[in-house]
């Protein structure tokens, strides 16, 4: 068949439905219904079109777009019950052609209906890109400590690489009453010059400058928890280190321990049947009467989470809780007869820190600060930044004595008698 005598009749045949549509709708405005005649007019347009066969597919494609303008004009029209374009959608002569309808080389496939979902309807990138997310202008970080070491000591500011002090040693000769023209009693004190040396902690960290540029949330989150990691070593330090090479000298390295209750009333504190039946408050009360022994008042109690847990859990032979002399005061804050506790996970586990802490100083020679640079190794023509985060500082411990390190099940064992 001709394409010229197809384009034609197709024509002919879209005229004469839309012209009987229009009839239609002007009857169904007039009287609220549709002569039968008219309906069997659309039904023989819609058949000769249908008898037209053997179409190309783009013929095919262009008839289908024509019908779907057809309808589209239709669906704004005055309706009775159903609007004519979907009476003709649904009617058997169209439906036939949608299925009998063939080209040159084959028969069309129609893709069938299905449900709407985010998997089948979105093909074309990723679900995220075509639906736009609500998302946080903050970065959500992993839980670090709430508390840090250093809230324990006032700090104060240095010059030079040496905090220097000098310390009494010891006291030659004592007073004494004095008869009248009589030699008054000499004595002597000792001094020594003690030095606590600053020392670096840093870390650093290199970002390319696309990735500051594109997440605005990121320089904020180094500059508040690349300080964070930085005092989580910091803590570890002013606790426990060693003073050997580049580590400071901690508050554990010249404290009290298990061993100095020996030899004093403390020692013999609880005669009880078994080591189980002394409580972690018993402990606190043996060491904060060591200190005293030895002229110190204990201000500042430092535990593990989990072990003040465990202490607050401690009951009785009738099961009644031993926390008589705990209290909280209006900030939230709990005191075991008077002295506030602090809890650290840079505390092993097991291990309690009770001690004053005017007893020691941080010294600040360089204060915590976050640099960000594009002139390192070869960030200028990678585009990298680096990022660092560091301090200078010396702790200085004017008592060493005047903190009690050592763990809870020691101290049991220290102070108990066991029969």
């Known amino acids: 068949m001709d394409e010229n005598i197809i384009k034609s009749q197709l024509s002919t045949l879209k005229s004469d439905i839309e012209s009987r549509i229009e009839k239609a709708n002007a009857q169904a405005t007039e009287a609220g219904q549709v002569a039968s005649e008219v309906k069997n007019e659309i039904t023989n347009a819609i058949n000769k079109w249908n008898e037209t066969s053997k179409l190309t597919q783009d013929q095919v494609d262009s008839m289908a777009t024509d019908l779907k303008k057809i309808k589209e004009g239709v669906m704004g029209a005055a309706q009775v019950n159903k609007s004519f374009a979907d009476r003709i959608a649904e009617h058997d002569g169209f439906k036939s052609y949608v299925s009998k309808a063939t080209k040159t080389s084959g028969s069309i496939e129609l893709k069938s209906a299905g449900t709407m979902t985010n998997s089948a309807s979105i093909t074309d990138g990723s679900v995220n890109g075509f639906i736009a997310p609500t998302r946080l202008d903050t970065i959500v970080p992993i839980k670090r400590e709430m508390f840090n070491i250093r809230q324990l000591f006032s700090v104060i500011p240095m010059t030079g690489n040496i905090f220097a002090f000098p310390q009494e040693t010891a006291v030659d000769g004592v007073p004494a009453m004095t008869a009248e023209a009589n030699d008054k009693p000499l004595t002597d004190n000792d001094f020594e010059l003690k030095e606590a040396p600053a020392r670096k902690l840093a870390h650093h960290k290199r970002i390319s400058e696309e990735l500051l540029n594109d997440i605005p949330a990121l320089a904020g989150f180094l500059q508040t928890y690349g300080v964070q990691e930085l005092l989580k070593v910091e803590d570890t330090q002013l606790l426990a280190g060693n003073g050997l090479s580049q580590n400071l000298t901690g508050i554990a390295a010249g404290a009290l321990s298990d061993a100095n209750f020996a030899a004093t009333p403390f020692a013999t504190m609880r005669e009880l049947s078994a080591v ?3 409580t972690n408050w018993d402990c606190l009360i043996a060491i904060m009467g060591l200190l005293a022994a030895n002229k110190h008042t204990a201000n500042t109690i430092v ?117």
């Open 303 to 419: 535990m593990n989470p989990a072990d003040w847990y465990i202490t607050m859990a401690s009951i009785g032979t009738d099961g009644h809780y031993l926390n008589k002399n705990l209290v909280f005061d209006n900030a939230g804050q709990a005191r075991f007869m008077g002295v506030p506790i602090s809890l650290s996970t840079s505390v092993t586990q097991g291990t309690v820190y009770v001690g004053d802490n005017a007893a020691a100083q941080i010294a600040q020679r360089e204060g915590i600060s976050v640099r960000l640079y594009d002139q390192d190794q070869d960030n200028a023509i990678k585009n990298l930044v680096t990022v660092v985060i560091e301090e200078r500082l010396a702790f200085p411990i004017y008592y060493p004595t005047a903190w009690y390190v050592d763990t809870f099940a020691n101290t049991k064992v220290a102070i108990s008698t066991l029969t």
């Open 276 to 278: 189980a039946d002394t």
